[in-house]
């Protein structure tokens, strides 16, 4: 059974930080694509980040300078660092698994994790 755990979700006050963990099990993580969405309240789901398994990067313009993704293979985890948060960071942030094999596509969601931005 293929879960995604998202953690580390709260309330910041604007220009503070964040770290996002996700723990992946029943997939063999090193194979996929990871990555983070958002959805801000009455909007719809946006990629923020993702990170191959060869650890290339791609960032939202919107977070650019702000958030890190990263990786780390031995834990079957997927991280991001989020640094001077606004406001309009406020969503619930999703984990994602994507991998692509053949004509087959495997693609996993974790149950989210909020994060609210205000002062």
């Known amino acids: 059974q293929v879960q995604l755990v998202e953690s580390g979700g709260g309330l910041v006050q604007p220009g503070g930080s964040l770290r996002l963990s996700c723990a992946a099990s029943g997939i063999i993580f090193s194979n996929y694509v990871m990555g983070w969405y958002r959805q801000p309240p009455g909007k719809q789901r946006e990629l923020v980040a993702h990170?191959?398994?060869?650890?290339?990067?791609n960032y939202v313009d919107s977070v650019k300078g702000r958030f890190t993704i990263s990786r780390d293979n031995a834990k079957n985890t997927v991280y991001l660092q989020m640094n001077s948060l606004k406001p309009e960071d406020t969503a619930v942030y999703y984990c994602?698994?994507?991998?692509?094999?053949?004509?087959?596509?495997?693609?996993?969601w974790g149950q989210g994790t909020q994060v609210t931005i205000s002062s």
């Open positions: 994602n698994a994507d991998y692509q094999f053949g004509r087959v596509r495997y693609a996993y």
């Open positions: 990170i191959t398994n060869g650890g290339l990067t």
